[in-house]
């Protein structure tokens, strides 16, 4: 099975490397983009500090955001999207330097951010839930800890709940991802021909 792994908002690089090593762990596919694909992105995402292949790093412009999505997840060869939260530019920085001000010393939950936080989990989570209702595509939500995802503005056990209401199988990790899929599919390999479940 070919899987796209998608890794928004500043989860790239290093990350974004180990993800698709973690999803190849697993006998899954991490394949490259359709060349007509990257062209289109690359209409609106710039090439410094992006990535368009596969894992995909990219902050797309609000108003591509859905157009990118909706290429990704019906893109020639991809069966399922592995999705972290998406966050704006502007968001990621802001919450990136108020993280780094709070190192060295313990944070207090502002209420305001807290209700913020949730709000945009539960905005993920059904962004998720579009895509996939809309392509067709099984998609898959995908969450860190800590600073990274304090930066992106989402707690990891909010987002968590949100997807699950909205339907969305989602994970900590890529790696715990990649291995519930892969398990998945070799129960429905050991399942050909026998009688359907009720």
Do not use: C
């Not at 991490?30 to 894992?55: D, F, H, T």
């Not at 069966?79 to 010393?105: A, H, I, K, Y």
């Not at 989602?170 to 892969?182: D, F, K, L, M």
């Amino acid at each position: 099975m070919s899987i796209l792994s998608r890794i928004f908002g500043g989860g790239g690089g290093g990350f974004a490397v180990l993800s698709a090593d973690a999803i190849d762990r697993e006998g899954l596919t991490v394949p490259r983009m359709p060349e007509s694909a990257v062209e289109k992105m690359r209409e609106y995402i710039p090439v410094a500090g992006s990535s368009v292949n596969n894992p995909i790093d990219a902050f797309p412009p609000e108003e591509h955001r859905d157009d990118m999505l909706r290429l990704v997840a019906t893109s020639e060869g991809i069966d399922m999207v592995f999705m972290s939260p998406l966050t704006g530019r502007r968001r990621w920085q802001q919450n990136r330097q108020n993280t780094s001000e709070e190192r060295g010393r313990e944070a207090q939950p502002d209420p305001e951010t807290e209700d913020e936080m949730e709000e945009a989990a539960t905005t993920a989570a059904r962004e998720m839930r579009r895509l996939q209702d809309e392509t067709g595509t099984p998609v898959v939500g995908v969450i860190r800890g800590g600073g990274m995802a304090r930066m992106m503005g989402i707690r990891p056990d909010t987002f968590l709940e949100a997807a699950y209401r909205e339907g969305i199988g989602s994970y900590p990790s890529v790696a715990r991802a990649a291995h519930t899929v892969a398990q998945i599919l070799e129960w429905h390999k050991y399942r050909e021909g026998l009688p359907e479940l009720d």
